[in-house]
């Protein structure tokens, strides 16, 4: 994809160990609105593996590497997979996501509420200041969040990222409401809603982000 002229390659979500996902089927095409509902559920080979492929690559542009929990990591400990996903990605990325507003991961987006999310940004920036000091560089992270959002939760979390000093926001990841497909058959479908439905709903959280 970098040849073809990308600006940059985001990969992931990946998980401390492997994981298979959710069963299939586990994405639909929605042409007639421009969308995909998908709840993959992180399946990936673990962060070794991911290391492992990237070594073997030759890619040499802007590399993302999105970081997330395994669904068997009890929400508590939630903070241990995705700090042993940073120590191992560091050294092989240009920013690291942090993976807190995918749908598919059960509670994953109880993550986003203001104490979990605090005690979790601070370890990982925690974590970046070891890492920068040990590797000689300094590797931005940037925290995703869902478009489900309402003003009072962005506000809350807009407060707990200002106060870590994380790098950045990426708004955002798909949709759960699927009001906008109408009687479409696969309206019903569990997953999330990625393309054009969400366009309006990530706006209007950029929007919100911004006048916070």
Known sequence: MGALGFGFLEIGTVT??????????????VPEHQG???????NNHGIDAMIRNI????????????????????????????LICLEKAYAHASYITVNISS??????????????LGALLEALKNKQAQLA??????????????PDLDEVQIEDIARVVKS?????????NTTIDKSSLGS???AGEQGGLSGFPVREKSNRVLKNWRNT
């Open 36 to 42: 995909i509902i998908n709840r993959m559920g992180f």
């Open 16 to 29: 401390r160990n492997p994981q298979p996902g959710n069963p299939q089927p586990r994405l639909f095409r």
């Open 55 to 82: 070594e073997k690559s030759k890619y040499q542009g802007v590399l993302g590497i999105n970081i997330g929990k395994n669904a068997v990591t009890p929400i508590q400990n939630a903070a241990d997979d995705y």
């Open 184 to 186: 479409h058959p696969l």
């Open 133 to 146: 000091a040990a590797h000689g560089k300094y590797i931005p992270l940037a925290v995703k969040i869902a």
């Open 164 to 172: 870590v000093e994380m790098d950045g926001i990426i708004a955002t």
């Open 103 to 116: 749908p598919n991961t059960k509670n994953l987006r109880a993550l986003q509420g203001g104490g979990e």
